[in-house]
């Protein structure tokens, strides 16, 4: 079990639930252990099983022997119904953690938290439908007859081309200049499959040039998503396109953690360094 507490500590989800699979196989009664539950439940948790990690944090609360763990199992059960999208109920615990547990509360910058619960509940009451209040996604070929605006594009072009989902694509400099292109979006963390705060995307692009970059360069790629507030919190995802082939189109997968805002700008740079 504490080898499993410190695979937990160190991040390594999928080694700790090995480890407490075999626990439950070859000594079942831990099982109604306090340091089992907690386990189990912060596996649960990482893995967006919300539901069985819930059940397991309760047990804590049955168990007075483990009443050690109770700040951190109140703050599972609020993150757990954060990530479910059950807003009333996450706000319920935050604060319940908060009169019981007032520094741990502050460690977890649950005012923080509570505040931008409360504005997305103020945004749900606000919105005429409910795809008023969430996020829905985003896609653009850039195509003049799209809906939905793709954003400010400074310093290239949009230009007739052989794109994927149109015949417009992006024009853009490399190197030795860097270009972005910022656009407006919602915070995924409303989506019910972004419970994590995680936005995921696809980038697809072409080279012009057959022989660019040369072999002794390196394109790369940052998306940063960045907090519409005061404080601009940025997160920054940043890839490099290898050669691996002779085909001239390319495409990247990149995955981010939202900022704590209710809304965000995304931001896309290019470019081309020497390897």
Not at 85 to 112: I, Q, R, T, V
Request: proline share 7%; with cysteine.
């Amino acid at each position: 079990m504490r080898i499993a507490e410190q695979k937990l500590k160190a991040g390594e989800i999928q080694a700790t639930r090995q480890l407490l699979e075999r626990v439950e196989l070859e000594y079942p009664g831990r099982r109604l252990d306090g340091l089992y539950c907690f386990l189990r439940a912060e596996t649960d948790r990482h893995a967006g099983r919300y539901e069985e990690a819930l059940r397991h944090y309760e047990m804590i609360f049955k168990l007075p022997q483990w009443a050690g763990y109770r700040d951190r199992a109140s703050y599972g059960i609020a993150d757990s119904y954060w990530r479910m999208g059950e807003l009333d109920k996450s706000l319920k615990w935050y604060k319940n953690m908060k009169e019981a547990f007032p520094k741990f509360h502050e460690e977890k910058k649950g005012d923080a938290v509570e505040k931008l619960i409360e504005g997305r509940l103020a945004r749900i009451k606000a919105a005429k439908t409910p795809g008023e209040a969430f996020f829905q996604g985003f896609r653009t070929g850039f195509e003049p007859q799209e809906s939905e605006w793709f954003g400010q594009l400074p310093g290239f072009p949009v230009v007739r081309a052989p794109g994927l989902d149109g015949p417009h694509a992006l024009l853009m400099d490399t190197y030795p200049r860097e270009t972005g292109g910022p656009g407006r979006l919602y915070s995924p963390a409303e989506e019910p499959d972004a419970g994590q705060q995680l936005l995921g995307g696809d980038l697809v692009s072409r080279y012009h040039s057959p022989d660019a970059p040369i072999a002794t360069q390196v394109a790369f790629i940052h998306t940063r998503l960045i907090a519409d507030t005061k404080a601009k919190e940025e997160v920054l995802a940043a890839a490099n396109l290898y050669r691996t082939s002779h085909h001239q189109w390319h495409k990247l997968t990149f995955k981010l953690k939202a900022p704590p805002a209710q809304d965000c700008n995304l931001k896309l740079s290019f470019t081309i360094t020497p390897a």
